[in-house]
């Protein structure tokens, strides 16, 4: 079956500071990959998705790039801000299925 | 902009009680979803619907019944609730299939069960 395993958190980093949320992945076939952000009180907000393999997502400063041969899709930002402090999901769809499959979230704090 | 609202944010019930979670969506998608969040464990799918008065069992479906009566409105129910049901509640509607099916999410309701 799919999974996603993500680094747990907290990760704390200082403002300007560069970040890197890792994210692997279980799938058959050639899933759909996404990162969902959740800011405090709030629900789950697409950041930004890649179809296929070597497509690079970009949105808001992160970016995260399908890499199939490592069955990775890291997140990745050059410089955060203390506005970026929020829950970071990883997550895949087979593209036939209609389904998202979850990893378990990495908290990201940034501090001024 | 897509828009699913879930009735109730936070709501504190009792053991053994019946509860309602409402969520509509005001962008026709065929597909609505319930999905239950706890720490460490990330999001669970619970029940998902493809079309009115249709149902699919997700990966944690004990416990948990859902109706479908219209399309923009795909409900959650604990027909008994129990503390190990005191989560955070998240409902979400998608349009179809394919690569352009976006999943949206509602803002959540935390239920407490006591």
């Known amino acids: 079956g799919n999974s996603v395993t993500q680094m747990e958190g907290p990760v704390t980093l200082s403002e300007e500071a560069f970040l890197t949320i890792n994210c692997t992945y279980t799938a058959t076939g050639y899933p759909s990959l996404f990162w969902y952000v959740q800011y405090p009180g709030e629900g789950l907000q697409l950041l930004l998705k890649?179809?296929?393999?070597?497509d690079k997502g970009s949105n808001k400063g992160f970016e995260a790039t399908y890499r199939k041969e490592t069955t990775s899709f890291h997140l990745e930002k050059g410089s955060v801000q203390v506005s970026d402090s929020a829950v970071y999901f990883c997550?895949?769809?087979?593209?036939?299925?209609?389904?998202?499959?979850f990893g378990g979230g990495t908290r990201l704090m940034v501090k001024p | 902009d897509v828009k699913v609202t879930q009735s109730s944010r936070y709501l504190v019930k009792r053991t053994g009680e019946k509860v309602f979670l409402e969520c509509v969506q005001d962008?026709?998608?065929?597909?609505m979803f319930w999905y239950r969040q706890d720490p460490g464990l990330g999001l669970r799918l619970i029940y998902f619907s493809y079309d009115v008065k249709m149902k699919e069992k997700g990966d944690i479906p004990e416990g948990y019944s859902v109706s479908r009566e219209k399309k923009e409105r795909f409900s959650l129910i604990l027909e008994s609730a129990s503390t190990n049901q005191t989560s955070m509640y998240l409902c979400?509607?998608?349009?179809?299939?394919?690569?352009?099916?976006?999943?949206?999410f509602g803002e959540g309701s935390w239920l407490t069960v006591v």
């Open positions: 997550a895949l769809r087979n593209n036939a299925g209609n389904m998202l499959t």
């Open positions: 979400a509607s998608s349009p179809g299939t394919g690569e352009r099916n976006t999943i949206y």
């Open positions: 890649a179809t296929k393999a070597d």
């Open positions: 962008m026709d998608h065929e597909n």
